[in-house]
Nanobody, 124 residues
C-alpha cells in the first residue's frame, strides 16, 4: 500500500507560481510511474503530467506545456510539480498518483494509488 501526501497548494494571482510536492511512503517508490492530475468543480479528473520511474521520460497535457515541470527525487520518495504562469483555469484540486509500471501512463484508471489532493486557486 502506497500512501501519498500532497502539499504546496494555495491561492495566487494570475501569473503567479506554486510548487506542489508529493511525498510517498513506499520504500520502492522508484519502481512507480508518478502522475499529477487535477479536478475542478463539476468537471472530471484530468491528466496534468507524468514521469517515469527513473525520471528519464515525462509527458504533459497540452494545456500545461512550458508552464509546469514534473520531476522526482527517488532518494526522498518525492515527486514535484512547479507551476508557473498560473491562470484562473488552472484552479482545481491537484492529485498525486502512483502506478506500478515502468512506462508513462495518462489515464486515471491506470493509477493504483492516490493522494487526498491539494487545492490550487488562481485569482484573476
Amino acid at each position: 500500500q502506497v500512501q501519498l501526501v500532497e502539499s504546496g497548494g494555495g491561492l495566487v494571482h494570475t501569473g503567479g507560481s506554486l510548487r506542489l510536492s508529493c511525498a510517498a511512503s513506499e520504500r520502492t517508490f522508484s519502481r512507480y510511474t508518478m502522475g499529477w492530475f487535477r479536478q475542478a468543480p463539476g468537471k472530471e479528473r484530468e491528466f496534468v503530467a507524468s514521469i517515469s520511474w527513473d525520471g528519464a521520460t515525462t509527458r504533459y497535457a497540452d494545456f500545461v506545456k512550458g508552464r509546469f515541470t514534473i520531476s522526482r527525487d527517488n532518494a526522498k520518495n518525492t515527486v514535484y510539480l512547479p507551476m508557473n504562469s498560473l491562470k484562473p483555469e488552472d484552479s482545481a484540486v491537484y492529485y498525486c498518483a502512483a502506478a506500478p509500471l515502468a512506462y508513462i501512463v495518462t489515464k486515471t484508471t491506470e493509477y493504483d494509488y492516490w493522494g487526498q489532493g491539494t487545492q490550487v486557486s488562481v485569482s484573476s
